[in-house]
């Protein structure tokens, strides 16, 4: 198939057209030429005034596969994930039985093996996700996993956290430390702040999390290793990651889209759809937060995405499970809040954190690339869900620009109304 891409802004850092508007043509999923004009005779598809970059990057999706099929199966969550304009999705060993051997490694790569975005699985960092002993780990990087950690689930232990990290040095593994100190947490459901309190809702501390990333990083300044903090919520874990940096600590850290967009104020309805983990913060820390987006202080956006089946969410919101999906909301939130070569950064750095091949754009190399535009609105309704699970928060939020496809394992895949 060709595909002649007319006028397109290329944003790629790594290449030597980053910030031109050309003429791109693709075929059977290779760059062919990329040039000031291209005349469109014999071209299967055409697309105008489009921006194109490296293929996008998710750095924590969950789907369900083997175990929990009813929320997403490996093939309709790739379906979205490609759709969504992401060429690369690390996926959470939340399943059951959970992936914590090559075996259950391998089971998700082979499954996936097919599709034009590529599966990277991360390995769960203790037997079982339970918290008590390492799982194999060294083994599960072999059979492909980019990344050790237990999904929503922080590292009681602290010597178990010194010495992952201390284990994973050898091999360059990569540590998921997910803050939450779960004592402090209690029975919260909610950010603790006036708008709970007003709806009667018992709060989550932001010292919650502020307390496991001070934790966390002193062990990493004291063990070395590699750490990767995934989706912060405060003003405080930024501070506190921006000053490890500066102390050359390799640390990485991520924020879901969901705690860009919203502010607790959306809670008002009680819709469950809203209940997260970390929880939607109140407007100062979510404004540190878009800050923090644009002057890099944090590495990557993640959708988190986390599809519910209905009985674990139409409940009463302290008895719902936390977690929304996002996948095909990432663009069109992240838009509204930086600019477009921000946004592509943001979408495509975690490749190089979890050492995932780049592909420059460039003449004569294969295509692993998201086309986009930021251009244009549109008011997020149930009906756009691709997602098997409906647990959205994003239902009635306004959307920025649109992801018009991917090109990536020699596959194109164009979305409809392009």
């Known amino acids: 198939m060709d595909i002649l891409l007319k006028s397109a802004k290329i944003i790629d850092e790594e290449s030597a057209y980053h910030g031109a508007v050309k003429d791109i043509l693709i075929s059977d999923g290779v760059i062919k030429q990329i040039s000031n004009h291209i005349a469109a005779e014999g071209v299967d598809k055409v697309l105008e005034n489009t921006c194109i970059s490296q293929g996008w990057t998710d750095s924590s999706v969950c789907f369900g596969e083997p175990g929990f099929e009813e929320r997403e199966t490996l ?16 996926v959470n060993p939340l399943t059951h039985p959970v992936a ?213 969410k139409f409940k009463e919101f302290d008895l719902a499970s936390f977690g929304t999906i996002g996948l095909e909301n990432v663009w069109g939130v992240l838009s509204q809040y930086t600019t477009v070569e921000r946004a592509v950064t943001l979408l495509t750095s975690a490749r190089k954190r979890f050492g995932i091949p780049t592909a420059p754009i460039a003449e004569n190399t294969e295509a692993d690339v998201t086309i986009f535009t930021p251009e244009g609105e549109t008011v997020f309704t149930k009906e756009m869900i691709l997602s098997a699970s409906k647990n959205s928060a994003f239902i009635g939020a306004t959307m920025k620009g649109k992801v018009l496809g991917i090109i990536a394992h020699r596959q194109a895949i164009l979305n409809g109304g392009v």
């Open 100 to 312: 914590d051997n090559k075996q259950a490694v391998m089971y998700i790569k082979e499954k996936t093996k097919h599709f034009a975005t590529t599966a990277h699985p991360i390995g769960a960092l203790t037997v079982e996700s339970k918290g008590e002993f390492l799982a194999e780990l060294y083994d599960m990087q072999n059979g492909g996993a980019v990344a050790f950690g237990d999904y929503k689930k922080p590292i009681h232990n602290s010597n178990l956290l010194k010495i992952a990290l201390q284990y994973t040095q050898p091999f360059g593994g990569i540590v998921i430390s997910f803050p939450n100190d779960a004592k402090i947490m209690g029975k919260g459901v909610v950010n603790e702040h006036i708008e709970g309190t007003r709806l009667g809702l018992k709060g989550i501390p932001a010292l919650a999390e502020e307390l496991c990333v001070a934790r966390d990083l002193a062990i990493l300044e004291y063990a070395g290793g590699k750490l990767h903090i995934p989706t912060i919520s405060t003003a405080k874990s930024v501070a506190l990651i921006e000053e490890a940096k500066n102390k050359g600590l390799d640390v990485t850290c991520s924020v879901a889209i969901h705690n860009i967009q919203f502010t607790d104020e959306v809670l008002e309805g009680f819709d469950t759809n809203y209940k997260v983990l970390p929880p939607l913060r109140d407007t100062e820390n979510v404004k540190e937060l878009r800050d923090a987006l644009q002057r890099g202080a944090i590495d990557f956006v993640t959708s988190d995405h986390n599809p519910l089946d209905i009985e674990l």
């Open 75 to 90: 093939e309709n969550g790739m379906l979205t994930a490609q759709r969504s304009g992401f060429t690369h999705v690390l």
